[in-house]
């Protein structure tokens, strides 16, 4: 006799929230980077801001999932992004950053850049695949 598994509605929802959380960080530091990128260009999307906007109590709480679901590292470069564009922003609204809005813009445009590079290094890394080997 064959042991069966039972497939039932949590375990369904457990993979779709492991996958969830997986996503999560990229999409968002995508949202930020198209947000940024937009008002580069004079176009300001709110409603992106909103949706994408993460407060430090979710962020902890993401960084904490990426430890416990033992997520690889490229998953935390994103939230390492999220985390220094919003204390960037808490920054210059508690207490103002010397520089025009325009060179805050570039500031905020500039992190994309190292961490798209970081992200594809620790993700290049982590799927490489085997070398074929010639059998004798």
Not at 13 to 31: C, D, F, Q, R
Not at 53 to 62: A, E, N, R, T, W
């Amino acid at each position: 006799m064959t042991a069966t598994h039972k497939i039932t509605r949590e375990t369904h929802l457990g993979v779709a929230t492991i996958y969830t959380l997986k996503v999560m960080p990229a999409m968002l530091a995508m949202g930020y980077a198209v947000y940024y990128l937009l008002l580069s260009f004079n176009i300001e999307l709110l409603e992106l801001y909103r949706i994408c906007d993460v407060s430090l109590l979710p962020l902890i709480f993401m960084y904490l999932c990426s430890y416990a679901f033992r997520f690889c590292t490229y998953h935390r470069v994103f939230l390492h992004y999220i985390l220094s564009s919003n204390i960037i922003e808490y920054w210059e609204q508690g207490y103002g950053i010397p520089i025009t809005n325009d060179a805050l813009l570039h500031l905020r445009l500039l992190l994309i850049i190292p961490t798209l590079i970081i992200a594809i290094y620790y993700y290049a890394t982590r799927h490489q695949k085997n070398p074929v080997t010639t059998r004798r």
